[in-house]
């Protein structure tokens, strides 16, 4: 049976995919807004422990980075759908971990296994879904990808807070917890199909083209060419790691710097939500857009763009205007985040791709560890909070303007045009 490439021709098998990462999404959300507001009431941390209470946003960045080069290599030799529900069988404990945690280092312990979780079904959904489209399709694509992650990330935050508030903290993560996961393993086992064949149709057409002969490179290659050798994948893997700090800094601050000035735990996943829902509605738009008119110029305002939305918190008060701040965070978020990983796409070939995927998420994930020290550091070395806010605006400015200088244009029309 001969294969084709392209959402519509493969529309089912992609509505399953996008399922399964909101899914994923409403997994990490769980996490995001009840956890840091209730740390100190209900697991231990004591106020003002910045860095400690930082500590389950780096255990969860170093894993989730790990696992997403994990990912890459294992599914190219095992296959997608195997290393997906690997991961959704990892993330089983984790409510009940959360439920019965006597302290701070279970909450730690059950953010590694959703590192794990993370790192695993994220990577492969994504990989997946770039396996049935065509390259054209692939800024539309990943925006899909991101939006139904992020939108399943602000929804979960709105949910948990307010089934914390009616149940009390654990009996809610508990109850949504093992919800999604069940449903995401029973989804996963009727409804998934392998789309490793679907990848080497792809690589084989490559490969009998006159123009294209096969760049099969091991994991080892593809991880140093990524990291330094090739500037462009360089500039695209450093922008990645660094705007990580800004969703550390939403995980771990924004709650705590919310409740701070008087919000209730409804208003502050509210507040919350609003950056999770332009990030992931936006790039419905965004995802397109790029595929339209190319990804660099987007990718470098979108991380302005964020960094100034970070700065913006600091500078009035109020629901609405932190409310209007996150959304431009978000706004920019959506600009850089589908179309940095469609530009590793772009610049791949499918022999390696998946591996470049991993390789590329190994490092932006790895900027929730970076990103999380960085910011527990300097709240702790200024003793306040605004205090990280400030540096990830910063370090945002300076990642852009890496960016601008060491990246290019990476569409693979606008490039053959040029």
């Not at 999380?372 to 303007?401: D, H, N, P, Q, R």
């Amino acid at each position: 049976m001969t294969l084709e490439h392209g959402i519509a021709k493969n529309k089912t098998q992609f509505l399953h995919q996008l399922l399964q990462v909101l899914l994923v999404g409403l997994t990490l959300g769980m996490m995001r807004t009840v956890i840091p507001v209730l740390a100190s009431s209900e697991f231990g941390v004591p106020r003002q422990s910045f860095l400690l209470l930082s500590t389950f946003v780096i255990a969860f960045g170093v894993v989730k980075g790990v696992l997403n080069f994990v990912a890459g290599a294992l599914a190219e030799r095992l296959g997608r759908k195997l290393v997906l529900l690997v991961g959704w069988l990892v993330a089983v404990p984790i409510p009940f971990m959360v439920w019965a945690a006597h302290d701070w280092s279970w909450i730690v312990a059950a953010t590694v296994l959703l590192g794990v979780n993370q790192g695993l079904t994220w990577s492969i959904t994504q990989t997946s879904k770039l396996d049935l489209t065509r390259m054209d399709e692939r800024g539309l694509t990943i925006g899909l990808n991101e939006f139904a992650g992020y939108a399943g990330v602000a929804l979960a935050g709105v949910l948990t807070a307010y089934l914390a508030a009616w149940l009390g903290a654990r009996d809610a993560l508990l109850l949504f917890g093992l919800c999604v996961i069940v449903a995401a393993l029973l989804l996963a086992s009727l409804g998934i199909k392998e789309t490793l064949p679907w990848a080497r149709a792809e690589a084989q057409a490559r490969r009998d083209s006159v123009l294209n002969k096969s760049t099969t490179l091991s994991a080892g290659e593809v991880f140093v060419l990524m990291s330094w050798r090739d500037r462009h994948l360089f500039a695209l893997c450093q922008a990645g790691l660094v705007e990580k700090f800004v969703d550390a800094l939403v995980w771990i601050f924004y709650p705590v710097f919310l409740t701070q000035q008087g919000l209730s735990l409804p208003d502050t996943a509210w507040v919350i939500s609003v950056y999770g829902f332009v990030w992931g509605g936006s790039q419905l738009f965004t995802g397109r857009l790029s595929d339209r008119i190319g990804r660099h110029k987007l990718n470098v305002a979108g991380m302005w763009i964020c960094g100034l939305g970070v700065l913006m918190m600091m500078l009035a008060t109020g629901v609405g205007w932190w409310a209007f701040s996150a959304a431009v965070s978000g706004w920019g978020m959506a600009l850089l985040y589908p179309n940095l990983s469609a530009a590793v796409a772009d610049l791949a070939r499918a022999e390696w791709r998946a591996s470049a995927i991993g390789i590329y998420r190994f490092w932006r994930d790895l900027g929730y560890a970076v990103g999380a020290l960085a910011i527990g550091l300097t709240a702790v070395m200024t003793g306040y909070v605004e205090s990280a806010f400030w540096l990830v605006a910063f370090a945002m400015f300076i990642s852009g303007v890496i960016l601008a200088l060491l990246g290019e244009e990476t569409h693979p029309n606008l490039r053959a045009a040029t």
